[in-house]
């Protein structure tokens, strides 16, 4: 039923956000590979795109089974091999083959979906004769579509369709692909940014600050950060030990006679150690002036 259908297919697409975060996407890609793509021509044009998209959205199984994702290699091959236009045989005319008409964004996510697959199972190409033959099939499809990629981007360069854009990065996409196949063996480090996908903007400045910054931080206001060789560097009190060596080193750098005239007490008299009290005695001074205590 197409209604069934198309709410299956939005689930999926919309599964695929939570399968990127560790849900596992066992339960979709296999309905999509076993039961939509077989089909997939038979689909409106709206709804092969969309299943095509979810399929190359689910197309990072984390947490499948080495076994079970060897198993969704073989039908996504077959569902791949029939949207890839066939090479045309050689003939003695010089005449250039006709380009056929081709869904780019279609074949884009197809093509990645397989692309994904077979990372992860690297044997389904080049294990033995038949991945051989798979992979020569394979290649013979590619070449051609690689062929008709690069009419077809001049054309779409001039395009004033809206859609244009998104078929451009498809084209590329699928131009990126074709190299990493054509390899022996294939390469499946080709990382590519699928035409659908919405680029991450970076955020502004500003914005980031507001994300990491408490309200009670955006009420203060901002205060600026003093230079190391500035003197807006905030005073701290200063420990014991910190005032001892301070009151030392000035008393060091301060000249004897200074220091001799700072302790001198009122009207030039010298106060020593133990004499705070009383007229002055200095050391060896004799009592003999001293008539004792006035008793009367």
């Known amino acids: 039923q197409g209604d069934q259908l198309l709410r299956a297919l939005v689930c999926s697409f919309e599964a695929s956000f939570l399968c990127k975060r560790g849900a596992s996407p066992k339960v979709f890609i296999e309905f999509l590979v076993n039961t939509v793509m077989p089909n997939l021509g038979d689909l409106p044009e709206d709804a092969q795109l969309l299943a095509a998209k979810s399929l190359a959205a689910l197309a990072h199984p984390l947490g499948m089974k080495p076994e079970e994702l060897l198993a969704l290699c073989e039908p996504t091959l077959e569902s791949l091999m029939t949207l890839l236009p066939e090479a045309p045989q050689p003939s003695e005319s010089d005449d250039a083959p006709a380009i056929p008409a081709i869904n780019y964004r ?165 106060r020593g150690r133990g004499q705070g009290r009383g007229t002055y005695r200095g050391r060896g001074s004799s009592n003999s002036d001293w008539k004792g205590p006035n008793f009367s």
């Open 106 to 270: 279609v074949t884009e996510c197809l093509l990645y979906a397989f692309h994904q697959l077979a990372k992860k199972s690297p044997e389904f190409l080049h294990s033995d004769d038949a991945a051989a033959t798979r992979l020569r099939l394979l290649k013979v499809r590619l070449q051609f579509l690689g062929m008709c990629c690069q009419p077809a981007l001049k054309d779409l360069k001039t395009s004033t369709d809206t859609t244009a854009p998104v078929t451009i990065k498809a084209v590329q996409n699928i131009s990126v692909i074709i190299k990493t196949f054509l390899k022996v063996p294939p390469v499946y480090q080709t990382s590519i940014v699928l035409s659908f996908a919405k680029p991450v903007a970076a955020a502004p400045a500003a914005a980031v600050g507001a994300l990491v910054t408490s309200p009670k931080a955006e009420a203060a206001p901002a205060q600026k950060r003093p230079s190391a060789v500035t003197s807006e560097m905030p005073k701290r009190s200063m420990t014991g030990k910190e005032m001892r060596q301070q009151y030392t080193s000035g008393r060091a750098q301060q000249p004897q006679q200074a220091r001799s005239s700072s302790t001198r007490g009122t009207g030039g008299q010298w």
